[in-house]
Every structure is written in C-alpha cells, then in structure tokens.
T-cell receptor, first 114, second 114 residues
Framework: KNQVEQSPQSLIILEGKNCTLQ??????????LRWYKQDTGRGPVSLTIMTFSENTKSNGRYTATLDADTKQSSLHITASQLSDSASYICVVSFRTSGTYKYIFGTGTRLKVLA | DTGVSQDPRHKITKRGQNVTFRCDPI?????LYWYRQTLGQGPEFLTYFQNEAQLEKSRLLSDRFSAERPKGSFSTLEIQRTEQGDSAMYLCASSLAGNTNEQYFGPGTRLTVT
C-alpha cells in the first residue's frame, strides 16, 4: 500500500534552535517528493521538490534530503523563527495508469517559542 | 492577486442543506485539484480536472459530491444533503500539466455542518 508517514507528529522548539522532521514512504514507483509548509487556516505552500536523483535541496533556512534507497526524507530547519510555526507536510508522487498521483503525509506540527 | 482563490472562505450550514464552493485557479494552469482536509490530517485527494475534463475521482467523493469545470477555468464543488462528517477544509490547487509542476494551493474553504 502506498503510504507516507511523518514524524514526529508535533514538535516544540525554542526560537533560534534547529530541528529535523522525518518522512518515510512506501510509495512505488517513486516520482518525486515535496515538502509543504501550511500555516493554520491557510493552504499549503511548496518549500522543496526532489526527484529520484536528487539528494539535497535547499530553500533558505530549509534543507530537504532524500534517500531513495531507504525511502526516507528529512526537512531540516536552521535557526528557527517564530514564523516557522506551522504544519509541514511531505507529499510523494507516483505514476500509475498513465497519470501521476500524490500521497500526502499527515504532517508535523511545529511550534516555535520565543 | 494572481494566486489560486477560493470562495467562500468559511461556510456554516445546517445538516441536509446543499453547499457550493468555487475555485479560481491561476489563469494559465490547465490542471485543477480538489482536496479535503480534516483537523490534524494531511489533504485527501477528491478529484482533478485537466482543462474541462474530470479525469479522476476518489472513492471519497460520494454521490452527494459533484465537481465541475465547465469552461476549463474556474471550478465548483457542490455537496448535497450535507452531513456533519462533511465538516472539513476544502482545498483547491492548480498546476500546469506534468509531474514536477508544482501545485499551488488556494486558502481553502472551511465548512462547518451543524
């Protein structure tokens, strides 16, 4: 079964600290993996996208890694800010019957405290 | 604003009533997606259009749900005879055709069925 699991479910850190969020997937055949940031009451906004051949992708203080062999991805946030408080959703895409489908994880809710 | 817009942002309705939501995608995007998201969960795929053609519907989309994109631009999602279990955030996203093309999400319509 195609699944995307994220951990931890929630995380609280102090402003200025770093943190790492995990995403494990069983999606096959893998096409690409995206990380989204979703503020409360808003739609998700894309942070990074990685294809099979990419190991690392950065977007400012956000760095995503991908290990296609172990089917794991991580999102590292450096020097966290209060505005980083949000849900972070991992989405894996796969191709089936000539079309692409997207499997969303349940997200990690990050709270950054002053 | 050239992003994805959704209307209304919030809707409160009584059980048994019909509701209709509208999504205006980014103008040059030919793909449009509808998702449902409940609290603490990731978005769940409902249906998607390529231009005016509805190419796929999830099993989540019961007979009470119908979506249209009559001219290949805006789309509507109608829920008939609403139930309390329909309470959720309904997200719309649009993209260009192609797997790596990013989905841009709208702000969502939050539906509360009392």
């Amino acid at each position: 079964k195609n699944q995307v699991e994220q951990s931890p479910q929630s995380l609280i850190i102090l402003e200025g600290k770093n943190c790492t969020l995990q995403c494990n997937y069983t999606v096959s055949p893998f096409s690409n993996l995206r990380w989204y940031k979703q503020d409360t009451g808003r739609g998700p906004v894309s942070l990074t996208i990685m294809t099979f051949s990419e190991n690392t992708k950065s977007n400012g203080r956000y760095t995503a890694t991908l290990d296609a062999d172990t089917k794991q991805s991580s999102l590292h946030i450096t020097a966290s800010q209060l505005s980083d408080s949000a849900s972070y959703i991992c989405v894996v895409s796969f191709r089936t019957s000539g079309t692409y489908k997207y499997i969303f994880g349940t997200g990690t809710r990050l709270k950054v405290l002053a | 604003d050239t992003g994805v817009s959704q209307d209304p942002r919030h809707k409160i309705t009584k059980r048994g009533q019909n509701v209709t939501f509208r999504c205006d995608p980014i103008s040059e995007h030919n793909r449009l997606y509808w998702y449902r998201q409940t609290l603490g969960q990731g978005p769940e795929f409902l249906t998607y259009f390529q231009n005016e053609a509805q190419l796929e519907k999830s099993r989540l989309l019961s007979d009470r749900f119908s979506a249209e994109r009559p001219k290949g631009s805006f789309s509507t999602l109608e829920i008939q005879r609403t139930e309390q279990g329909d309470s959720a955030m309904y997200l719309c996203a649009s993209s260009l055709a192609g797997n790596t093309n990013e989905q841009y999400f709208g702000p969502g319509t939050r539906l509360t069925v009392t």
